[in-house]
Nanobody
Framework: QVQLVESGGGLVQPGGSLRLSCAAS????????MGWYRQAPGKQRELVAA???????NYGDSVKGRFTISIDNAKNTAYLHMNSLKPEDTAVYYC????????????????WGQGTQVTVSS
């Protein structure tokens, strides 16, 4: 009923930048919030950044001041602008969204994308 499609991952040198996109589609009534999580090999999945439809944001400590999350409510799309990338930012980045569907107006479901690889290496 709802699909999240991520794009924009890839290989970048330390100090470089990337922009990830996450587009939500399907039977969407409203989106409460969208966010990005990441998981590196052998580590737990961690919050990178999240944003509500009203624009309130929350960032993981390790990315504060380097990453910026934004949302285009008209396009049901969230963006993660990543600057000053470090090798420790290497991970699979997953999009997450709290979405109310047309079929279930009384509850917000938790949806995940398939993940996109970000590799920071020289």
């Amino acid at each position: 009923q709802v699909q999240l499609v991520e794009s924009g991952g890839g290989l970048v040198q330390p100090g470089g930048s990337l922009r990830l996109s996450c587009a939500a589609s399907g039977s969407i009534f409203s989106i409460h919030a969208m966010g990005w999580y990441r998981q590196a090999p052998g580590k737990q999945r961690e919050l990178v950044a999240a944003i509500t439809s009203g624009g309130s944001t929350n960032y993981g400590d390790s990315v504060k001041g380097r990453f910026t999350i934004s949302i285009d409510n008209a396009k049901n799309t969230a963006y993660l602008h990543m600057n000053s990338l470090k090798p420790e930012d290497t991970a699979v980045y997953y999009c997450n969204a709290d979405i109310v569907t047309i079929q279930a107006l009384d509850v917000a479901g938790d949806y995940w994308g398939q993940g996109t690889q970000v590799t920071v290496s020289s």
